[in-house]
């Protein structure tokens, strides 16, 4: 806010959030003549967390591993799924309703042994 003509004043705000997801923040200063109320919108990332998964199955036959999307933000999340490898199959996509967990089937299907 300013103090007078354009003198400034830090206004600094410690935010420690408890998990990932969007949180919404009103801040309303006040004085004699003058009231502002200032809205923030914090948006917090997961860490990006590698993963591996190890396929086991006699030659030719198929295995599904079902991979938990779990949503604790406050957005659906529509997802656009794009495979790498052969023999790997799966939805191209995948919607998680806000709360919600979704399996995405990762299939593994060999046309060879390898």
Same mark, same amino acid.
């Given at each position: 806010f300013f103090l007078g003509g354009s003198d400034t004043v830090e206004f600094p705000i410690k935010f420690t959030p408890k998990r990932p997801g969007c949180y919404h923040c009103q801040i309303i200063l006040k004085s004699s003549c003058d009231i502002r109320v200032y809205e923030i919108e914090c948006v917090v990332n997961a860490d990006q967390a590698d993963a591996q998964l190890e396929f086991l199955t006699p030659a030719y036959q198929t295995v599904t591993q079902e991979i938990p999307i779990s /949503?604790?933000? /406050?957005?659906?999340?529509?997802?656009e799924a794009v495979l790498e490898g052969q023999c790997f199959h799966g939805p191209s996509v995948i919607n998680v309703p806000v709360g919600g967990t979704v399996p995405y089937p990762l299939t593994f299907k060999p046309v060879a042994e390898c």
């Open positions: /949503n604790i933000s /406050n957005e659906d999340w529509r997802f």
